[in-house]
């Protein structure tokens, strides 16, 4: 089992990072996890020339290039983003946007993600499914939110929040094994 991890804020021990730990923590041990904190990385998004389209991948060379590669490494892909200004952070967003060349190399990957923020979450949920179901992903499962009152936000005042970040995790595992193995696993 192959898990991409991409912690989408700038935020590394923040209100997402929790969530995805929770979610992360349901998978089997035998699981290799790669995490990635994308406010560490320097990149850019699509440089919009359409070159990836003939050459089949992406020209522009930065700290992504390898994520890229680990996007298509990776059984399970998870996504975790504060909502900002009603949608992704823009880390997530730049990822998105130099996935363009991929072109079926994420088909049938199973996708999962938590988000926090407190209010227009909505959108930002669209822009993560939109993403998964246009590459063909298998969308695994409604997701975590983690509402955060205030600004900067903390978890504590969601009783939900980390419970659903389990959850999901226990719902992505299923899905494998059901995807890779042709059953559920005997619990
Ligand atoms: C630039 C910026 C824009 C934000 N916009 C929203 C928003 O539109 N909706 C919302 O609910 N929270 C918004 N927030 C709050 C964050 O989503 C919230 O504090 C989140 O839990 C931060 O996650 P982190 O602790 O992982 O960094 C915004 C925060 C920042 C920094």
Redesign the pocket.
């Known amino acids: 089992m192959k898990v991409l991890a991409i912690f989408g804020?700038?935020?590394k021990e923040?209100?997402?990072?929790?969530m995805m730990e929770a979610v992360l923590s349901e998978f089997p041990k035998e699981a290799q996890i790669k995490r990635v904190y994308l406010g560490e990385l320097n990149y850019t998004g699509a440089c919009a020339t359409r070159d990836c389209k003939v050459l089949g991948y992406c020209p522009v060379q930065d700290d992504l290039t390898p994520v890229l590669k680990e996007m298509i490494w990776a059984d399970i892909i998870l996504f975790?983003s504060?909502?900002?200004?009603?949608?992704v952070s823009s880390e997530i967003k730049k990822l998105m946007e130099r996935t363009w060349f991929m072109k079926g190399a994420l088909r049938n990957k199973i996708g999962g993600y938590v988000i926090?923020?407190?209010?227009?979450?909505e959108s930002?949920i669209n822009t993560l499914h939109a993403f998964m179901l246009r590459h063909r992903m298998i969308l695994g499962c409604s997701g975590a939110l983690?509402y955060?009152f205030?600004?900067?936000?903390s978890?504590e005042y969601d009783p939900l929040a980390l419970r659903d970040a389990h959850f999901t995790g226990k719902r992505l595992v299923d899905l494998y094994d059901i995807v890779y193995k042709g059953k559920l696993a005997e619990k």
């Open positions: 804020s700038p935020r923040g209100n997402t990072a929790q975790g504060p909502s900002e200004f009603a949608d926090t923020g407190r209010r227009y979450i930002t983690g955060t205030t600004e900067m936000g978890l």
